[in-house]
T-cell receptor
Framework: DGGITQSPKYLFRKEGQNVTLSCEQN?????MYWYRQDPGQGLRLIYY???????QKGDIAEGYSVSREKKESFPLTVTSAQKNPTAFYLC?????????????FGEGSWLTVV | SQQGEEDPQALSIQEGENATMNCSYK?????LQWYRQNSGRGLVHLIL?????REKHSGRLRVTLDTSKKSSSLLITASRAADTASYFC??????????????FGKGTKLSVIP
């Protein structure tokens, strides 16, 4: 089945640790995204990548890092510099840029700082 | 930054009733999309309406778009308990240099009471 796979579903992080969230897609999309969602809130864009080996900061990139070495993969690292990382993280990919641009989401990853 | 603003923030109805949610936006758009999110899950694409369309149907969903008022509505007819979810609108706008920007609203939380 075509889709976006995020792992792990649940992750616990100790203070001062970096953690990496995995995102893999087999939709053959060039563009991929990471969003953060806090309880009862909308989506905020962390980073996006329009093509392999290229990515741009979104609205809340501080404390996060990404890489895009392969078309299928767009991992997100939550660094110790992120002061309030507990949230629901959503990875997405989209059809080519154009008037009909449509975005598809993974099932999300819950990150909790303990 | 968020362009779409849903209204109301929360809506509670009885099963069998119709549910209407509204979305307003600020700048010109290429298309507007509605997404559904069950609690703790990813967003699922429901329907896309292009800027030159005024109404679109998909099953029990009816979407309207009024570009003169910069607003859209999502109507769910004959609601079911399984429709309980958060609903988000998203707009796609041309941002120059061949790029398109996708921005989400904060969502409407719909509760359908059996």
């Amino acid at each position: 089945d075509g889709g976006i796979t995020q792992s792990p579903k649940y992750l616990f992080r100790k203070e001062g640790q970096n953690v990496t969230l995995s995102c893999e897609q087999n939709l053959n999309h060039d563009a991929m995204y990471w969003y953060r969602q806090d309880p009862g809130q909308g989506l905020r864009l962390i980073y996006y990548s329009q093509i392999v080996n290229d990515f741009q900061k979104g609205d809340i990139a501080e404390g996060y890092s990404v890489s895009r070495e392969k078309k299928e993969s767009f991992p997100l690292t939550v660094t110790s510099a992120q002061k309030n990382p507990t949230a629901f993280y959503l990875c997405a990919s989209s059809t080519p840029p154009g008037p009909g641009l449509t975005i598809y989401f993974g099932e999300g990853s819950w990150l909790t700082v303990v | 930054s968020q362009q779409g603003e849903e209204d109301p923030q929360a809506l509670s109805i009885q099963e069998g009733e119709n549910a209407t949610m509204n979305c307003s936006y600020k700048t010109s758009i290429n298309n507007l999309q509605w997404y559904r999110q069950n609690s703790g899950r990813g967003l699922v694409h429901l329907i896309l309406i292009r800027s030159n369309e005024r109404e679109k149907h998909s099953g029990r969903l009816r979407v309207t778009l009024d570009t003169s008022k910069k607003s859209s509505s999502l109507l769910i007819t004959a609601s079911r308990a399984a429709d309980t979810a958060s609903y988000f609108c998203a707009t796609v706008s041309y941002s120059g240099a061949g790029s398109y920007q996708l921005t989400f609203g904060k969502g409407t939380k719909l509760s359908v009471i059996p």
